[in-house]
Each structure stands twice: as C-alpha cells, then as structure tokens.
C-alpha cells in the first residue's frame, strides 16, 4: 500500500503545470483535503503549513492502511493490527507535546498540570486528572479508537461472507434451497458492509489527523 501510495502521488505531480492534468487536478484536491480543511482551518496558515507535511502523511498513511479491509482475498486493513494505529498515536503524542514545549518552553507543563484559575486546593484533584487525561489517555483512545472500528468492520465482512460460503457450499443438499436464498442474503449484506467500509476508512483517517491536528492546537494555544 505504501508503494502504491507512492506511485499515485509521483504520476500525480511528476509533471506539475500551471493548467493541471486530471492526474495532477486529482492529486491536489487530495492534498487539500489536509491542507484546507484540517491543517489551515484548526491552526492557521503559519502553523499549518508549519505540520502540514506530518498531518499529510498521518491521513494517507491510515487511508492506504484501512483500504486492505475490503480487498476480496485480504479482507485485513493494516490499521487493524495494534502496531500501525500504536505507532501513529505516538508519533502524535510526541508532535503535540514538542509543539507546546516549542511555542511555550517554560508555561507549557505548568499550565497543563496546574490549569490558570483553579483554586490551590483543588489542584489535589484537577492535576491527577489533567495528568492522565493529557499524557496518558489521548495517545491510548487515538490507537484504541482507530485499531477497533477498522477491527469491527474485519469481522463485520468476516460474519458476512463466511456465513456465504457455509449456505451455498456447506449445507446438505436436501436443504440447498432455502440456503441459498440466505447465502444470497448475506452475500449481498457483505456487499453492502464493503462499500460501507470504504466510508470508514475514509472517515477514520480524517478523525485521527484532526484530533491530532486539534491536540496541537490546545499545546499552540495561548493560555500555556
């Protein structure tokens, strides 16, 4: 997938002209995809252009990766095994905590553990809970929540076509009738459920680059 990922974006740009082809047309509304409706939108023109190259490359890594989930003879996307979405999680947590010790070097840790405005006893609770809701918890529900919907949709079609293959080749013969009228059933609910999951790839690499974008945001913002 990288590789084709690679060859669509070279045959897309290779010969960039003032007036684009359909290939170069095609590969610039992707790109804009991240560039004007995630990175400029959430972090301005400074900044997004800024991360713009780590965003872009966290939305078309996940996209290629949860493609493979409805490939007749894979059926497994990338994303669905715990190593992609866990690597891209991190490499998320240490972008938006880089950005905030960059923009705010000596606020930004404070700010995060001991929220302005608080009074000093409250602290008690609200820094444990900052603590584990920042650091701990946003790197686990970016890979948790990416790992279980493309997990989900595995099965899903996984359910589908197997119970296909059991009505039409694994039920007696005395009974083909009726089994095949519910293969036939189930293999057009698989059908569905597989152009269902080409929305779910889509989605889920945007929702994980735009709460990875949203994350750095909160770590720019001026209140650290």
């Not at 918890?137 to 296909?164: D, E």
């Not at 009738?177 to 929305?199: D, K, V, Y």
Request: aromatic residues 14%.
């Amino acid at each position: 997938m990288a590789a084709i990922l690679i060859l669509l974006f070279w045959l897309g740009t290779r010969k960039m002209k003032l007036v684009p082809s359909k290939g170069q047309s095609l590969a610039e509304m992707a790109l804009d995809v991240v560039r004007v409706n995630i990175a400029d939108d959430l972090l301005g023109k400074k900044d997004g252009k800024r991360f713009l190259p780590l965003l872009t490359a966290i939305f078309f890594t996940v996209l290629a990766m949860n493609i493979p989930g409805i490939f007749p003879g894979m059926n497994v996307a990338g994303s669905s095994l715990v190593g992609l979405p866990l690597t891209l999680a991190v490499v998320a947590y240490v972008t938006f905590i880089y950005a905030g010790l960059k923009k705010h070097p000596g606020a930004f840790l404070k700010n995060s553990f001991f929220p302005p405005g608080v009074p000093w006893p409250i602290y008690i609770i609200v820094t444990p809970i900052e603590f584990f809701s920042i650091f701990i918890l946003r790197p686990i529900t970016l890979a948790l929540r990416l790992l279980m919907n493309m997990v989900a949709g595995h099965l899903l079609l996984v359910l589908c076509f197997s119970a296909t293959d059991f009505f039409f080749f694994s039920v007696a013969l005395d009974d083909a009738g009726w089994a095949r009228f519910f293969g036939i059933g189930t293999f057009a609910f698989g059908f569905i459920f597989s152009a269902f999951e080409i929305l779910v790839a889509v989605l889920q690499a945007y929702v994980f680059t735009l709460l990875t974008t949203v994350y750095i945001q909160l770590a720019l913002a001026e209140e650290h």
